[in-house]
Nanobody, 114 residues
């Protein structure tokens, strides 16, 4: 059974930082690209960042230079380091496997507010 467990969300002031983690089990983690998505209320879920199995990365334009995706294949974990957070980054963040079938985590809430 595949499980993706996100952690690290919370409430942070504008300009602050958070590090999200997503621990995978039941899947050959190292074989697949991994994504972070986010969904704000009333908004379609959007792709934030992707890391390939070899470590190449891509980012949505609004987070370039502020967010960093990384992975540790020895721990079956993908990370999202988020710096210089803005109120518009407020959303539920989900990790996602680019496997077939693909899998989603349960999400972790990130709230950026003063």
């Amino acid at each position: 059974q595949v499980q993706l467990v996100e952690s690290g969300g919370g409430l942070v002031q504008p300009g602050g930082s958070l590090r999200l983690s997503c621990a995978a089990s039941g899947i050959s983690f190292r074989l697949y690209a991994m994504d972070w998505y986010r969904q704000a209320p009333g908004v379609q879920r959007e792709l934030v960042a992707t890391i390939t199995r070899r470590g190449s990365t891509n980012y949505e334009d609004s987070v370039k230079g502020r967010f960093t995706i990384s992975r540790d294949n020895t721990k079956n974990t993908v990370y999202l380091q988020m710096n210089s957070l803005k109120p518009e980054d407020t959303a539920v963040y989900y990790c996602h496997t680019e496997s077939d079938p693909s899998y989603w985590g349960q999400g972790t809430q990130v709230t950026v507010s003063s």
